[in-house]
């Protein structure tokens, strides 16, 4: 069994870890129908993803617009 390394867990106890809860799973149902609707679908994870910023009302930071920018009311912010 490896251990990690203690520099590493300290920066890993440093992260909050966002979950994919019920209002989530509410705001996903409702883009994935909206999307479909209009014939943008997207991965799953992408929509999950997306979904957990809203539900937390964060901004997304991302590179990949093509997906994120069809999600109506994310707020994105482009990463270069």
Do not use: C
């Amino acid at each position: 069994m490896s251990k990690i390394p203690s520099g590493f867990q300290r920066f890993l106890d440093l992260l909050t870890i966002l979950e994919f809860d019920q209002k989530a799973s509410s705001i996903f149902a409702e883009d994935n129908a909206k999307l479909k609707r209009h014939g943008m679908l997207i991965a799953d994870m992408y929509l999950m993803i997306a979904s957990i910023t809203k539900a937390n009302d964060f901004t997304l930071v991302t590179n990949n617009l093509k997906h994120f920018e069809r999600i109506e009311n994310l707020k994105l912010e482009r990463w270069l």
